[in-house]
């Protein structure tokens, strides 16, 4: 009697089991679809985005941001549909949610300070796309910014991602706001050599750079007398795009121009002495 029992019960699973089967191979090959089609799906609605924003000459700091958001809200918009067809209440998630709020708060706090350091940065623009900024020790060009963080490309092309929050928040230097820069160089003398020919031998080799703006007057002065030399400041002003090609042309410049001139440029010397 109990054998017959069990034998109905198991039959009668299989029969539920079958049953079930076809809808739940359904919903796993529609959502493995979704899964597949939905990023593309995103892919081109934000192609059609960017297309429209460039049209229009939008900045291109707010069209990254944004295009965050709408990936983020498209994607959840892809865990509920997941979710609804794999028969999860969508209430009932809220509700677990809800009760759930005061963890979920504290964990995305983070995050929160993150999206509203983004608007604050796309709302008081201290730097766009293209900018050479300096923030917390790094130095970089800004890429593009997102829900969450910014990207800078460093000069020798590494990626810095730093929070929205930390930029809102700290000090940020914009090394290259301004269309022209101020190059600061020292060079060092020997004790013996003429302060009016050193002058001399910088103001030629400044005038003779054609990257050194010439309605901006250069300072050349003695700045420091050292211990072992004499130091002069020459300070000039160059378009920001010439910054580093007019800081090594005239380094190489003043020692070729000091060399015909027999001018010593003092290094560490070590005497010996044999007794």
Not at 20 to 37: C, E
Not at 244 to 269: G, R
Request: net charge positive; hydrophobic share 45%; glycine share 6%.
């Amino acid at each position: 009697m109990n054998f017959d029992f069990m034998k109905m019960l198991e039959l009668d699973l299989v029969k539920k089991a079958a049953d079930r089967l076809p809808g739940i191979a359904g919903k796993l090959l529609i959502m493995i679809i979704l899964l597949i089609v939905w990023p593309k799906i995103i892919h081109c609605l934000l192609n059609a985005y960017h297309k429209v924003l460039t049209k229009k000459k939008v900045d291109p700091l707010f069209e990254s941001f944004t295009s965050s958001i709408i990936k983020t809200v498209l994607y959840i918009v892809l865990f509920f549909i997941v979710i609804g067809i794999a028969g999860v209440q969508a209430a009932s998630l809220v509700t677990v949610l809800g009760t759930a709020g005061l963890a979920i708060g504290l964990a995305l706090q983070g995050s929160l300070s993150n999206l509203a350091g983004g608007v604050l940065i796309l709302f008081f623009k201290p730097f766009t796309k293209g900018d050479l900024i300096s923030s917390g020790g790094v130095d970089g060009i800004v890429d593009k910014i997102q829900i969450l963080y910014t990207t800078l490309v460093t000069p020798d092309n590494k990626v810095v991602i730093i929070p929205n929050s930390q930029l809102a928040n700290g000090t940020i230097t914009n090394i290259t706001k301004k269309p022209i820069r101020r190059l600061d160089l020292m060079f060092s003398v020997s004790y013996d050599t003429p302060i009016d020919k050193v002058k001399e031998i910088l103001h030629k080799v400044v005038e003779a750079q054609p990257t050194v703006l010439k309605d901006k007057e250069p300072t050349i002065r003695l700045s420091v007398h050292n211990a072992s030399s004499l130091d002069f400041i020459c300070r000039v002003w160059v378009k920001k795009q010439d910054y580093w090609a007019t800081n090594f042309d005239l380094m190489e410049a003043v020692k070729n121009e000091f060399d015909k001139n027999n001018i010593e440029i003092p290094y560490n010397k070590l005497d010996i002495y044999n007794k």
